[in-house]
């Protein structure tokens, strides 16, 4: 949602309440339709960001999008991309699949999986680290290529250089895989 022209920096103001930054928009800055959009979309506790260095939160993207509309446009860049590339591969011959994101072992990867109860089965599963194994497993069912374009989650650090969730791009090729494997 994009605020538009009307909306003015002026009705912001940013505050430190309990240790952590609030943005407070003021409605007589706003034209009345956009406040109520506004309105309809924030909670209370959203974080628009804060003065000086630029601080945006990942937490709530709708938020981010509302008060800088150019982030939106990285979402739709972002689309575009993957969705090249998985034009790309398909081209190529190659087959798209999913792999489960919820495994009854973390395998594939060096990393400390983040871990869940699932109430039916009466035990813990385990969020996906890698494809890697699942799209091998694949290959060996008879594709000779696949793919997949996934979520990851790794329960380790955070920083601004790594997420503990994130987007990977997989490829295999039967004979290459059988190839290096020899």
């Not at 949602?1 to 430190?16: A, D, P, Q, V, W």
């Not at 506790?45 to 260095?53: P, Q, S, V």
């Not at 489960?100 to 969020?127: C, I, K, M, W």
């Not at 380790?156 to 895989?177: A, D, G, Q, R």
Request: charged share 30%; aromatic share 8%; hydrophobic share 35%.
């Amino acid at each position: 949602m994009y605020l538009g022209k009307n909306y003015r920096k002026e009705g912001i103001s940013e505050e430190m309440i309990q240790g952590q930054f609030s943005s407070i928009v003021k409605r007589k800055r706003l034209v009345d339709q956009q406040f109520e959009q506004l309105k309809a979309h924030v909670d209370v506790g959203d974080i628009l960001g804060a003065k000086g260095t630029e601080k945006r939160t990942k937490k709530k993207r709708y938020v981010d999008m509302i008060a800088n509309p150019e982030v939106a446009d990285v979402f739709r860049k972002r689309a575009k991309v993957v969705s090249g590339i998985r034009r790309t591969i398909d081209s190529l011959g190659y087959v798209e699949v999913e792999s489960p994101v919820l495994q009854g072992a973390a395998e594939g990867a060096e990393a400390r999986p983040f871990v869940t109860y699932h109430n039916s089965l009466g035990r813990d599963l385990y969020l996906r680290i890698a494809t890697e194994l699942h799209l091998k497993r694949t290959l060996v069912d008879g594709f000779e290529k696949v793919f997949e374009i996934g979520r990851i989650f790794r329960n380790e650090e955070i920083s601004t250089c790594h997420n503990p969730e994130f987007t990977t791009i997989e490829v295999m090729n039967y004979l290459l895989v059988l190839c290096n494997n020899n």
